[in-house]
């Protein structure tokens, strides 16, 4: 560790940081809490393959990753992805209703997420290597792909609300991420006697691709950025296609009696508010920015994800807990 990069400390403090957020999430059952363990490591997995890419054996300082720990680590974050959504599946059948094409934008970029996490995985292999003119083009096209799949984990992850709720969690995982898209740009690292390289962007990692590389890290460390506002995390709860039918749903209003009723019913002062949120939402009207869905998952994980913002509830994070038949039981 001595000769480690004082940069990848620091950056590996800030990934030990997002490990732990599991602490404040609360629990709710172990199937259940499993799965989302696996998302959590496939997370983790993403952002330590960005953050720590492969270096010449002999740079200085010495490389933070062998080829061969950076590929067990890529085929280990599939796995945890495979469980992840495996386990989800198992645990709560729910979670179906969600593999539809009604599903909420935040899936869609996990989905995209795994789809491009598969391609880097199954495409670093020797063969297809070699289909590239050059091992720059391999490697600048296999970074780019690594960049977007870990923004899209991110989107995914900030905007399910689970380990990011708070201004300060976004702000770390975020801050983790950018940290490891700036390590992809640092000046590319000498081997012992090996002769000086000419030109400034040639001197970064991927040579004369380094513009394109690091364009893709500046874009993509904007929309990182975009995801703090609470209004981009909503509007990725959306869906693009309408469901088909309502799910089942039960809210029971005897649990929530201290709860201020404008918190939900926000138009209830005005005495218009007696009528069913569900169908004011999808009503379509153009002053309601958001659907009925988005509006509703908000509510619940705002607070049931949240303990100090209620007293005596329970972490709710699954999907059968509210949708099921009113009366169905505890």
Same mark, same amino acid.
């Given at each position: ?9 620091? +950056? ?10 599991? !602490?404040?999430?609360?629990?709710? =059952?172990?199937? +259940? ?6 998302? !959590?490591?496939?997370? %983790? ?24 720990? @950076?590929?067990?680590?890529? +085929? ?14 198992? #645990?709560?059948?729910?979670?179906? $209703? ?69 201004? =300060?969690?976004?702000? +770390?995982?975020? /801050? ?6 700036? %390590? !992809? /740009?640092?000046?590319?690292? #000498? ?12 001197? #970064? *990692? ?7 590389? !690091? ?15 609470? =209004? ?5 709860? $959306? ?9 089942? %749903? ?8 201290? *709860? ?14 007696? $009528?069913?949120?569900? %169908? ?5 009207? /153009?002053?309601?920015?958001?659907? *009925?869905?988005?509006?509703? @998952? ?5 607070? @049931?994800? @949240? ?6 509830? =329970? ?16």
């Amino acid at each position: 560790m001595a000769n480690v990069d004082r940069r990848y400390l620091a +950056w590996m403090a800030a990934i030990l940081g997002v490990a732990v957020l599991p !602490l404040f999430a609360g629990f709710v =059952g172990l199937g +259940w809490e499993l799965a989302q363990l696996a998302g !959590l490591l496939a997370c %983790l997995g993403c952002l330590g393959l960005t953050g720590a890419p492969i270096r010449p054996r002999a740079s200085t300082p010495a490389t933070l990753m062998s080829l061969r720990l @950076h590929s067990a680590i890529g +085929w280990a974050t599939l796995l945890a992805v495979a469980l992840h959504v495996g386990g989800l599946v198992w #645990a709560d059948r729910t979670v179906i $209703e969600y593999f539809k094409p009604s599903m909420p934008l935040y899936l869609i970029a996990g989905f995209v997420g795994s789809a491009l996490l598969i391609v880097v995985v199954l495409g670093a292999g020797p063969r297809v290597r070699r289909l590239f003119p050059s091992h720059r083009g391999f490697q600048a096209t296999h970074v780019i792909l690594g960049c977007v799949l870990t923004f899209c984990v991110l989107a995914h992850v900030v905007a399910t609300n689970r380990y990011a709720g708070g201004h =300060g969690r976004r702000a +770390w995982i975020v /801050a983790a991420t950018i940290g490891g898209f700036l %390590l !992809l /740009a640092s000046h590319r690292r #000498a081997s012992r006697g090996a002769a000086p390289v000419i030109g400034r962007f040639r001197q #970064a *990692v991927f040579g004369r691709h380094s513009r394109l590389v !690091l364009t893709v890290l500046i874009v993509l460390a904007v929309g990182l950025v975009g995801l703090l506002p609470g =209004g981009s995390r909503a509007a990725l709860r $959306e869906s693009v296609v309408a469901r088909a039918s309502s799910l089942p %749903l039960d809210f029971p209003h005897t649990k929530h009696v201290q *709860v201020n009723c404008l918190t939900c019913h926000h138009n209830f002062a005005d005495g218009r508010g007696f $009528e069913s949120c569900v %169908l004011c939402h999808k009503s379509g009207r /153009a002053d309601l920015k958001m659907g *009925v869905e988005a509006r509703f @998952h908000g509510f619940c994980t705002d607070c @049931h994800r @949240h303990p100090a913002s209620l007293v005596g509830h =329970g972490p709710v994070s699954g999907c059968a807990t509210c949708h099921r038949q009113p009366d169905a039981g505890p």
